[in-house]
């Protein structure tokens, strides 16, 4: 009676409660989805910061606009015709208060109960969190090695009643997995062809490394496309600043949103990641960003491969932060994970990845563990592994 | 078609589009409700940035809890008991991205389409718009000089189905009203009467610099209720940090409702503040700024009282940044704008603030305009007036 009914299917985040249980010093922790702090660029940050303040105090601490820092917003749309060339206007790029606000004002924005929403299967869990605030139906369509499985989608999109589709196709989270070239024409096309709105998710898109760069599904559609972006893997997500890009009449409400959700994201921290990426080389940054992860990443998948018994198999991702593990049918994660918390080793069941009952799978992080880290996490867990097979 | 329902009765925020035309920089304009950029402590924040940065930079730039930083939320609960005499536990607390955003997770977690709130009338625009989201039934009361009207109150709670009610106590926006002792004890009685939870907001409520403090509302009931607080008007609002307190049971749902809204505020700005309350003398600061408004104050309301003609009233707020000019019935303030603007001088109509057509009354800011402009302003305005009613 006390809380609206938007409220009654919505429980906490079941990773972070996770989290809770994982945070003891003694485990070996694969579970977050954490930056490795070494990679935080802690005293280019403080000097952008003391240059901020000491500049133009006064305006970083007063009120600003709801679409964001202006400098900020044209370095965004610059990078976008630099990197993709994609041509985007710094008019259509709002600053959000990480890309985690854009899924919340996506979800305000166009999602009326019961508008059908294509999702990954599996899923990124903040977003499908997020949106199941507003009551979406949703339509959750197989992602395979080379991204979503297209048949499938041809069949939900012809279904009926589709208003948007939620993609993360690069280095996905929680699988690692990305979409190649000929799947993001193909999703292209259907999109544009059955008028569905594409939300297309990049937080880990500049954390390649392997293989070569693919452009976003953006630049093959026709139709109607928000892009999402965050600062929080290449510069730190404690200042929590994301943005979305996306035509002038979306754009607008969008701003509406946002204005009734937080005004704006804080004038300092957008300046002072203006600040750093203007002052320093964000290029030798981001490549010592990956090539970390990268060691982390090949260790973690060597250990698999070496130590894992058959059976089990593993994404191999190009970029990004997780890799997913598949176990053999009928074998349960979440009890594989309460035996592995015992043997002080952790990660994250796939089982809330997913809209129904799957529970062969689960996620592990390496951005954020060392390589002796790694090595004995999975030396311990593929003890477990082996021991709950057998 | 393509956006929800509940975007379509939501419009921009009329103060942000007057704002843009009030921005020339001949204009004097007392229609913003920023405050004075001369009080930001610009050295100490910066000083407060560089050490947190220098002694737990990775932790200041990493994701964080939900809930808050924890030392900042125990000297939110310890100032409530200091300076209140009101127990709050840091359980209670959740830090916000600005109050703003309490706004819009209340919203969220507590309203269904069609639930009864009360508001003050006139009301605080931005709750109004971001409530409505949620597709509230307002039930305006009127705001008399001694607070909300309690008879109205009272036959607005029997007539039933009111799920909530949002104040203002303290130097409210627009008004300036504050509710006196006697009327915050029967609002006390009559929500715990009814059952309705108490939504009470207090941004200005430190900015007091005439008259004796009174206590919240909330040290007065035995019901649900709900405190809103904010750093934007005694350190700065571009670091945009609030927060709320609640009962658990609530606090949890308004957590999770977080999560999903933008995970956690920024951990830079949190400790930024956390700092700066810690290494400086915050009543030593609270103290130059309640001068510096209250000085603002009495020069606004002298020339009112002096230059205005007969017939035009306004409040005579104790606190806060905002008073409120009432115009004989049937002059429209809206017109008076137009001219006013013609001569370089800005206002915000009253229009907005209500849900219904009323058009005699417009809100004055004094906490951003220096006292020669306050001088010069307010005979540009009055001479405005006097032609505008001859």
Tied chains: 1, 2.
């Excluded at 409660?17 to 977050?32: D, H, N, Q």
């Excluded at 166009?110 to 599996?122: A, H, K, M, S, T």
């Excluded at 939300?199 to 070569?212: A, H, M, Q, S, T």
């Excluded at 979305?244 to 509406?256: C, G, Q, Y």
Aim: hydrophobic share 40%; proline share 6%; glycine share 8%.
């Amino acid at each position: 009676m006390l809380f609206s009914q938007r409220m009654a299917g919505v429980r906490r985040s079941y990773i972070r409660e996770i989290l809770k249980v994982t945070a003891r010093p003694e485990v070996i922790s694969f579970a977050g989805g954490l930056p490795h702090p070494e990679s935080f660029p802690v005293q280019a940050v403080a000097k952008a910061a003391a240059d901020v303040l000491a500049e133009s105090g006064p305006d970083a601490l007063q009120y600003s606009t709801t679409e964001g820092f202006a400098p900020l917003r044209e370095w965004i749309a610059a990078r976008y015709r630099e990197r993709h060339g994609i041509e985007v206007s710094a008019d259509e790029v709002l600053i959000t208060t990480g890309s985690q606000q854009a899924l919340d004002l996506i979800g305000k924005v166009f999602l009326d109960p019961g508008d059908g929403l294509v999702v990954e299967r599996p899923g990124y869990i903040g977003a499908i969190q997020s949106f199941s605030l507003y009551g979406p139906d949703f339509r959750p369509v197989t992602l395979t090695e080379k991204g979503l499985d297209c048949t499938e989608l041809e069949r939900v999109l012809k279904a009926g009643g589709v208003k948007a589709m939620y993609l993360v196709p690069s280095f996905q989270n929680p699988s690692g997995i990305t979409y190649d070239l000929e799947t993001r024409q193909k999703v292209a096309g259907l999109a544009a062809e059955y008028g569905a709105l594409l939300v297309e998710d990049n937080p880990y898109g500049e954390l390649r490394f392997k293989g070569g760069a693919i452009p976003p599904i953006r630049k093959f559609t026709t139709g109607p496309a928000i892009l999402l972006g965050t600062f929080s893997k290449i510069v730190a997500p404690g200042l929590r600043v994301g943005w979305l890009v996306a035509p002038t009449e979306m754009r607008d409400k969008l701003v509406t949103a946002k204005q009734a959700a937080d005004l704006h994201t804080s004038s300092l921290t957008q300046r002072i990641i203006h600040r750093f990426l203007t002052d320093n080389d964000l290029e030798a940054h981001i490549e010592s960003i990956r090539s970390r992860y990268g060691a982390q990443r090949d260790r973690m998948v060597a250990a698999i491969h070496e130590r894992f018994p058959a059976g089990v198999s593993c994404t191999e991702p190009e970029g990004g932060m997780f890799l997913w593990v598949t176990l053999p049918e009928g074998i349960s994660a979440r009890k594989l994970f309460e035996a592995a918390l015992a043997r002080n080793v952790a990660f994250v069941p796939g089982r809330p990845f997913y809209l129904e009952e799957v529970d062969n799978t689960f996620r592990l992080n390496f951005s954020n563990a060392s390589l002796p880290a790694i090595d004995e996490g999975m030396d311990r867990l593929a003890a477990c592994i082996r021991e709950h097979l057998s």
